[in-house]
């Protein structure tokens, strides 16, 4: 069964570091999102990603934070200049061709540390 | 805007029985998707069940099933048979279908304790 991956499934940086956060959607999804998840809170939406530019993003996402699909497979998430409050897990997520409303499929999540 | 109420912050229920997690949402959306994800300790997130607004019968995925209350604006998963595996934090999410809405907004969650 086709399904999303991330890598890596750790990572810890330093404040003020740039960390590329990677994703592998599932091969014929068109929409592409990131989501992050503060340990022991909810799941919030960051930003969405469609015909290779953004579609939506939140609040959260600020000019620290750029997404990219570089080829035809990856989808990264890059955090300029990381903050302490920038810890949480990164989920990736795609959905498929029908549209934005269709079900959205979750990768296993990037565990950010920023000391 | 969109609001998703998990009543339950935790919940037990006994090996092999039933058990209903609350969920309770407000969209202005006329048309909207209603979802329910599991996360084991792991920490990843799986899609369990889907309801669409305008489905006239409750979404019905194995053991899983939603009860969809579109006028009280209630989408509760109830899980037959649980099994030791069930025990993990599950969230309720709206999608709406408007431009400008189309990602997932989260409930806060409910651990579900399967005892032996």
């Known amino acids: 069964e086709p399904e999303v991956t991330q890598t890596p499934s750790h990572q810890v940086t330093q404040m003020g570091q740039e960390v590329i956060l990677r994703c592998v959607p599932i091969?014929?999804?068109?929409?592409f999102y990131w989501y992050r998840q503060i340990l022991g809170q909810k799941v919030e939406f960051l930003v969405s990603f469609y015909n290779n530019e953004i579609s939506e993003k939140s609040e959260i996402f600020d000019d620290q934070f750029s997404v990219e699909r570089p080829d035809g497979s990856n989808f990264t998430l890059k955090i300029r200049s990381t903050k302490l409050e920038d810890s949480a897990m990164y989920f990736c997520?795609?959905?498929?061709?029908?549209?934005?409303?269709?079900?959205?499929?979750f990768g296993p999540g990037t565990r950010l540390l920023v000391l | 805007a969109q609001k998703i109420t998990q009543t339950q912050p935790g919940m037990f229920v006994q090996e092999k029985e039933a058990v209903t997690l609350d969920c309770t949402y407000d969209?202005?959306?006329?048309?909207?998707?209603l979802f329910w994800y599991k996360q084991p300790s792991s920490g990843e997130m799986i899609f369990l069940i889907y309801?669409?607004?305008?489905?006239?019968q409750n979404a019905t995925e194995g053991r899983y099933s939603l009860n969809f209350q579109k006028a009280r604006k209630s989408a509760n998963l109830v899980i037959s048979a649980s099994q030791l595996g069930d025990s993990a934090m599950y969230f309720c999410?709206?999608?709406?279908?408007?431009?400008?809405?189309?990602?997932?907004?989260f409930g806060t969650g409910t651990r579900l304790t399967v005892i032996p």
């Open positions: 309801q669409g607004s305008y489905d006239q």
């Open positions: 091969s014929n999804h068109l929409y």
């Open positions: 999410a709206t999608l709406g279908y408007q431009p400008g809405a189309n990602n997932l907004f």
């Open positions: 969209t202005s959306d006329p048309s909207y998707g």
């Open positions: 997520a795609s959905s498929g061709s029908s549209g934005p409303q269709e079900t959205q499929y």
